[in-house]
């Protein structure tokens, strides 16, 4: 590491005083808390989740998995340089998308289906239309997004004219892809953008990054709505609430958050029975009951988001867990791991 200026230093230890200081006040106005309130609620039953599939194809880790609305065709980016799509109900594969670049970190179905595009190492997002196909029979590459001075970490569709991306230079960006062309580009936290959670109504959605705050930011604006600290390390993923009015998050520090926007401050900490486990990607039930976060060492974990207990493990992976989707249904989840498996749990 190298040695900081005093002036440097200063300056650091003013920003953590601030942030405490927010942190203070916000524990001054919490006058009750979410597991007190909850406390005389029943019990629900541990998560009765097995993995029914696995999806098998991929040859090399498998960093990235998103659903389509119909929550019947899912996407996965491999960093054997495919992206595979896949019918969830057969288990079969309904198209293989050779890339430019194998080093794919996420991926993203369109709402409707239509279009998916991924991103990483190669410093672009590449859109594709499943529904077209090119000379050679695979989906028509219809846009290649570039501008990124840093690996593109996160990507969604608000739908099938509009994308918003998060990257490891610390940019957020949308694009109007018909035109082709970024609609805004700014910078968006301190460090890289880890992840990125549209809300229900895809009027606002939320990011974390490795400056270990979550951000909220409403998509016609730049400037961000809210901002929320906590975590200890690098926040890996965010996911809104299905209720629109919170979000949950993830971290290497062992722990999962939940947040409340009204309230403006964290209301739920969540941790592994062991806490032997950092968490690479979480995923909220449609009910928002249950809160499902994947660990480092190959498990995913859940809790009961209201009265904080943990309510059971997912067992089946072989490594890492690098991302876990839920499909808008809710009757299905998909895992993607360094054991270059695809598990759907149900």
């Known amino acids: 590491m190298p040695k900081i200026d005093p002036e440097t230093q200063k300056l650091y230890d003013e920003i953590n005083g601030m942030i405490q200081k927010f942190k203070d006040d916000q524990k001054a106005k919490a006058d009750c808390t979410l597991a007190d309130k909850c406390g005389d609620m029943g019990d629900v039953p541990k998560i009765r989740f097995s993995s029914k599939k696995i999806l098998k194809g991929h040859i090399n880790k498998v960093n990235s998995v998103h659903f389509a609305g119909d929550s019947r065709h899912c996407v996965t980016g491999s960093l054997d340089g ?57 989906a028509k590459m219809v846009r290649e997004l570039v501008g990124y001075e840093g690996f593109l970490s996160s990507c969604r569709f608000l739908d099938d004219g509009h994308l918003i991306t998060g990257s490891g230079d610390m940019k957020i960006c949308h694009w109007d892809l018909e035109k082709g062309v970024k609609t805004m580009d700014f910078n968006g936290h301190a460090g890289d953008i880890a992840g ?33 600290f906590g975590h200890d390390m690098d926040v890996s993923s965010v996911c809104y609430h299905p209720s629109g009015f919170g979000f949950a998050s993830c971290s290497e520090d062992q722990t999962a ?69 839920l499909c808008p249904n809710g009757m299905c989840l998909a895992s993607t791991s360094w054991d270059q498996q695809v598990r759907l749990w149900l």
């Open 82 to 138: 495919k992206l595979i799509i896949w019918d969830t109900w057969t288990a079969n594969k309904v198209q293989i998308i050779p890339l430019r670049s194998a080093w794919v970190m996420t991926v993203a179905f369109s709402p409707s289906g239509n279009f998916v595009a991924c991103g990483g190492m190669d410093n672009q997002c590449t859109v594709y239309d499943v529904n077209n196909r090119d000379a050679s029979g695979v």
């Open 196 to 228: 990125l959670s549209l809300s229900p109504d895809m009027n606002t959605y939320i990011t974390g990054s490795v400056d270990k705050t979550a951000k909220l930011w409403d998509v016609r604006e730049q400037g961000h709505k809210q901002m929320f």
């Open 257 to 325: 958050r939940m947040y409340d926007l009204r309230s403006d401050q964290q209301i739920g900490l969540y941790e592994p029975p062991q806490k032997n486990t950092g968490f690479t990607s979480c995923a909220l039930s449609t009910s928002g009951r249950y809160l499902m976060c994947a660990g480092v060492e190959g498990n995913v974990h859940s809790w009961d988001t209201m009265k904080q207990r943990h309510t059971g493990t997912l067992s089946g992976h072989e490594n890492r867990i690098t991302c876990i989707s």
